[in-house]
């Protein structure tokens, strides 16, 4: 069962953790097909480009607190810094706060999508929430 707080948001999680996995996908292909490819290179491969775009897009459609969500468990997923008893109510209070947000929808999208290992990050803040994806 998915913690209330986030009752309702997962399939906006389980979707962005899809996309960010086909980018990943998508960049081991075609790092292991064509060695010769510099991270640079590998990130501008049509392939690569046209999953993050379709990532972008999504992203594009959702609201900005639904961003601020995605990045906070993003964040948790990524450095999984809390107290031990804490609540996941707790855990995700506590990082939502600590962030410095931009008013930007844009930029905190892009610092999301940054990150190479976002479908990761992700997953792993959403099992620290107990939520069900």
Known sequence: ????????????IKETIRLA????????????DELFY????????PAVKEKEKALDEFL???KYEDIQLLQTIMYL??????QEGETPEEIYQQ???????NENKHIEVNQMTG??????YLTNGAKLLNITL
């Open 21 to 32: 996995n086909e980018i990943a996908l998508a960049e081991e292909k075609h790092s292991q």
């Open 38 to 45: 510099s991270s640079d290179e590998l990130q501008s491969h």
């Open 60 to 62: 594009d459609t959702l």
């Open 1 to 12: 069962m998915t913690n209330p707080l986030f009752e309702g948001k997962e399939t906006i």
């Open 95 to 101: 990082k939502f706060d600590s962030l410095l947000w």
């Open 77 to 82: 997923g990524r450095d999984n810094e809390h």
């Open 115 to 120: 990150k190479q290992q976002l479908g990761d």
